[in-house]
Antibody, heavy 120, light 111 residues
Framework: QVQLQESGPGLVKPSQTLSLTCIVS??????????WSWIRQPAGKGLEWIGR???????NYNSSLKSRVTISLDTSKNQFSLNLSSVTAADTAVYYC????????????WGQGTLVTVSS | QSALTQPPSASGSPGQSVTISCTGT?????????VSWYQQHPGKAPKLMIY???QRPSGVPDRFSGSKSGNTASLTVSGLQAEDEADYYC???????????FGGGTKLTVL
């Protein structure tokens, strides 16, 4: 059973960089036809896809966040990470990591989510 | 504003059926078979309920079904039960650049 777990600071100051890590257990992050993604959800609002990285390290980002987002893969630690720079209060949200199954086009496993608040 | 349009709310009594729509464009819902639906209870992560328009993952009751016509996908929940009360989000693959788009979510209330 694959499990994903987000970790990182729950509070980030405005203009700083939000950094989160998703630790994957129960399977290798470097095998299979998957994309590893970050998704966020502001309180009381819907889901927003942030970006993805595949097992080869190729990335794609939401065009609205592209200039501020970096996603990276660490196969030695079986984890992937999100960096979002120059944050504002609008970036306050629950951040989820999730696995996208390329063959069937859906997210099958999700982390439990972690709340990140941007405030001074 | 979400890329896919869902009604903000839906409701039904126990045992009844309810259908939630999800409208996109030919660049997402209408252009690919990769439409999926997620159930989210308060404070929990989304859970996959339907993938590839109408496929159910193992463990999801057959009361949940999906379909698509043109640029609109639909999720039907039959024989409503109290535990079905949750938010439901549709999602569609949108090509290699935009990748995936979500609907704004529908709050399903079991009366």
């Amino acid at each position: 059973q694959v499990q994903l777990q987000e970790s990182g600071p729950g509070l980030v100051k405005p203009s700083q960089t939000l950094s989160l890590t998703c630790i994957v257990s129960g399977g290798s992050i470097s095998s299979g036809s998957y994309y590893w993604s970050w998704i966020r959800q502001p309180a009381g609002k819907g889901l927003e896809w942030i970006g993805r990285i595949n097992t080869s390290g190729s990335t794609n980002y939401n065009s609205s966040l592209k200039s501020r987002v970096t996603i990276s893969l660490d196969t030695s630690k079986n984890q992937f990470s999100l960096n979002l720079s120059s944050v504002t209060a609008a970036d306050t949200a629950v951040y989820y990591c999730a696995r996208w199954v390329t063959t069937w086009g859906h997210f099958d496993y999700w982390g439990q989510g972690t709340l990140v608040t941007v405030s001074s | 504003q979400s890329a896919l349009t869902q009604p903000p709310s839906a409701s039904g009594s126990p045992g009844q059926s309810v259908t939630i729509s999800c409208t996109g464009t030919s660049s997402d819902v209408g252009g690919y078979k990769y439409v999926s639906w997620y159930q989210q209870h308060p404070g929990k992560a989304p859970k996959l309920m339907i993938y590839e328009v109408s496929q159910r993952p193992s463990g999801v009751p057959d009361r949940f079904s999906g379909s698509k016509s043109g640029n609109t996908a639909s999720l039907t929940v039959s024989g409503l039960q109290a535990e079905d009360e949750a938010d439901y989000y549709c999602s569609s693959y949108a090509g290699s650049n935009n990748f995936v788009v979500f609907g704004g979510g529908t709050k399903l209330t079991v009366l």
